[in-house]
């Protein structure tokens, strides 16, 4: 048991010492349309180059100029760099417009549409100390967001993931110059520009930031009897870091945990975050680790058990209970005023009803009397006809009854047969002109 616990520390203090060492790396992306799109800042073809992850040169098909986005870049490079750099961008920008149409045949694409032809090639170091070693090397093409080209370092050829690329594996294998060279520019050239641009920039490229962690739990959108647990750290550069959610200081499995990536910030530095779903009422010590090396000890930070949203939900409940209450017992008011109003208003008509029959009677007994004085007197005499003031009425009243009235590179072209022209092969031995 003794030596097992020995043999474990030793693995963890390796895999600790391993983690830490200094990963660089310098990468050149080419992206070309297949034709131009009329959107600000998007042009038919771009070029850049990564140190790190950091932007340090630019090239596009409208101002036709390869220019530093560094200003170490700028004081250190030669002006004669920027005009060979120019004039290589110039011919890759020929390159991309030939064999983009060349693809978009082959894949039978249709031309009304836009399709995109990416290129990126460039090469990974881990430092450790003093020592340099070579971690890998890419060189691949990617049409329309796909994997349809890739250089295989170790065993210097080309591998096709797609039928289409099939024709140019075949190629390019065949010319085993352009594979020894592709090779060694990114074992050897590509480390020595990485090196010397990291020394340019040395100062600016050191200057290091240290993570902001927060840990914070939501409701489940999926199952509201659970939360979704997440610890964020962002603000760091490097962008290496460890970050795990721990139960009772014990890491969680990574396959139950959803993970974001590292992510780039605008201020050029990262963020990371990791989240896990538990159930609302567990009460097991949840913790944050991170671990950056800007930092003497890791940061953890224990959740405190709150929920941001949940008692927002139930507060919510509450202000909509409340106010469905009063609605109801507003209601309920004004039905009994309906019904009050309305049963007074009935009791006024009844009476407005009884008041109009008595003067109407009284009305026909006058009319009777006027009617009769034209009969003999003898008649009149024999009649009794009087008004119920004593007096004859002066007619008919008036008629009070008023009247109411109440919103898309057509891409069915021919296919092609598959034979690359003879830049695929040249543009890549150009290579170490960036």
Not at 108 to 134: A, M, P, T, Y
Not at 235 to 260: A, N, Q, T
Not at 278 to 299: G, S, W
Not at 393 to 412: F, H, I, R
Request: with cysteine; aromatic share 8%.
């Amino acid at each position: 048991m003794g030596l097992f616990l020995v043999l474990f520390a030793v693995f963890l203090l390796g895999a600790a010492v391993s983690a830490w060492s200094e990963k660089h790396s310098l990468y050149y992306i080419y992206t070309g349309l297949s034709k131009p799109v009329q959107l600000p800042g998007i042009y038919q073809f771009t070029a850049m180059g990564l140190l790190d992850d950091r932007e340090i040169d630019y090239y596009n098909s409208h101002d036709q100029r390869k220019i530093p986005k560094q200003h170490w870049m700028k004081e250190k490079m030669q002006e004669d760099y920027w005009e060979k750099g120019t004039q290589s961008r110039k011919s890759k920008e020929q390159w991309f417009n030939v064999n983009v149409d060349i693809l978009m045949k082959r894949m039978r694409h249709n031309e009304s549409d836009v399709h995109v032809l990416q290129w990126r090639h460039g090469c990974e170091i881990e430092k450790q100390g003093d020592e340099v070693k070579f971690s890998k090397g890419i060189d691949e093409y990617s049409y329309d967001g796909e994997n349809f080209l890739s250089f295989d370092d170790k065993e210097s050829q080309w591998v096709a993931p797609v039928d289409a690329a099939v024709p140019t594996k075949r190629k390019w294998d065949k010319v085993p110059i352009l594979n020894q060279y592709t090779k060694g520019y990114l074992e050897k050239e590509c480390v020595d520009w990485l090196n010397k641009f990291r020394d340019y920039g040395e100062q600016e490229l050191r200057e290091s930031s240290p993570p902001d962690v927060h840990v914070f739990a939501k409701r489940c959108t999926t199952d509201k009897n659970k939360v979704k647990l997440t610890c964020l750290a962002t603000g760091f550069y490097p962008k290496d870091v460890i970050l795990s959610i721990r139960k009772y200081r014990s890491p969680l499995p990574e396959d139950e945990i959803e993970s974001s990536g590292i992510r780039p910030n605008h201020d050029g530095t990262y963020q990371l975050r990791k989240s896990v779903i538990i159930q609302e009422d567990e009460k097991a010590e949840y913790d944050c680790f991170v671990k950056h090396r800007t930092l003497k000890e890791p940061i953890i930070i224990t959740w405190d058990g709150k929920c941001q949203d949940c008692t927002q939900g139930t507060i919510l409940g509450m202000v909509i209970g409340a106010v469905i209450g009063v609605v109801l017992m507003l209601a309920v008011g004004a039905l009994v005023y309906f019904l009050r109003r309305r049963r007074n208003i009935a009791g006024q008509d009844r009476a407005s009803n009884r008041s109009s029959s008595s003067s109407t009677g009284s009305q026909n007994r006058v009319i009777n009397c006027v009617n009769l004085s034209e009969l003999p007197n003898a008649a009149i005499a024999g009649s009794q006809c009087s008004s119920d003031s004593g007096k004859g009425s002066a007619g008919p009243s008036p008629d009070d009854s008023p009247t109411n009235s109440q919103e898309a590179v057509n891409l069915v072209s021919e296919a092609s047969s598959g034979q690359s022209s003879p830049a695929e092969a040249q543009s890549l031995l150009q290579q170490s002109s960036e």
